[in-house]
């Protein structure tokens, strides 16, 4: 079992490009959650097991996939046990525009672990905010709670801003050092 795990949904491969760069930087294990809001068997298991669980959701109409809720939902039977209270938590999202919405999707993936009394990792990345600043460059879109990700809708997964991807690896990281330091 890995020390952290990323937990996610992605519909068309943003948010799994995504996912895979922040279990890329914290050496963690990608847990997928299906079209039918569903884990892979030992998922759940795999979850209770480590140290640091971080987040990840597309952002669709505002808010986390049905999928995503579909499993934030069914984590209530790990909630009453206090199954995931003192783990480090963290989480990502990403959509088309600039805004999207993206930050009430940090904000619900927060809400969550909160109610399971987890223990939330900012970014810790300045906003790279300034007039030469483009969408390669650290934190662009200026996220403090998360990461977050912009794809353009007419552009695949292989497309997405590096700046992004960068930011999704050291994200990973921090959550990873986060969870080493609570653990020693």
Do not use: C
């Amino acid at each position: 079992m890995s020390e952290v795990v990323v937990v996610y949904h992605s519909g068309y491969g943003h948010t799994q490009r995504m996912a895979q760069a922040v279990a890329a930087g914290a050496d963690a294990e990608l847990l997928a959650i299906d079209a039918d809001g569903q884990l892979p068997e030992g998922g759940w298991e795999s979850l209770a097991a480590a140290q640091a669980i971080i987040f990840g959701s597309p952002t669709y109409m505002g808010s986390v996939s049905w999928q995503f809720k579909r499993f934030a939902d069914a984590s209530s039977k790990v909630w009453f046990a206090s199954g995931w209270k003192d783990k480090i938590a963290g989480g990502f999202t990403n959509s088309a525009s600039p805004s999207g919405d993206k930050q009430n999707t940090l904000v619900t993936l927060n809400t969550l672990a909160m109610q399971h009394g987890m223990l939330w990792v900012s970014l810790g990345v300045m906003p790279s905010n300034a007039k030469a600043a483009g969408p390669n460059d650290p934190n662009a879109l200026g996220s403090y709670m998360g990461a977050m990700a912009r794809s353009p809708s007419d552009a695949s997964a292989g497309e997405m801003f590096a700046g992004d991807l960068d930011g999704a690896r050291a994200y990973g990281a921090r959550v990873a050092e986060m969870a080493k330091r609570f653990a020693a």
